[in-house]
């Protein structure tokens, strides 16, 4: 997929994507779906909680046959044989035999739980498994994992609020535009003193 620019910051210094440039944006990503698959139907994995908006909004975008699957990652502390490692568990997969998935998300960093994902996915033997993300965070990737579709890809390791992202305390999903969640809690701090 082509490359998109690192996100700018603007003149108060904090980065922000209009809801203006995140809906042409989509609009875009939906129309290189479409064409990638060329009018079959397209099964929509979308991860539960911060993947919804930019899901919903892409596949109206789509011009195919679409189905949605729905998941929920559960992250647990695990014990095995004295050592504790982190383990990623999803609730219960679709049945994809022979179909062409595409697996929605909102933020790809570490890509850690989305290979995972992908990996439990294609146990299923789809016939193609693509993954399509809104905001792409390189600079924090731990695993060799590169999304098909991407809106936008930034260097900053900040947390985003907006489009269905929350800030630490689980406000701002529902702002319109997406904003460097890190400055907003400074300037919200700055007011209180």
Known sequence: MRDRPAVKSNASGRAAYSAARIGARVSELGKEITRAYKGRRVDV????DRGFVFAADLIREINTAVVCHFVRE???DVTDGGNERREVYFGARPELKGRDV???????????TQEFLLRRLGESQPRSLRLAVLLDKPARRRVGLEPDYFGFRTASNDVWVGYGLAADNGTGRNHRALSNGAAQV???QGRTK
């Open 74 to 76: 559960d992250v647990r």
């Open 45 to 48: 994995v979308v991860t539960l």
């Open 102 to 112: 595409l697996l929605l998300d909102a933020v790809l960093e570490s890509g850690v």
């Open 186 to 188: 400074k300037r919200r």
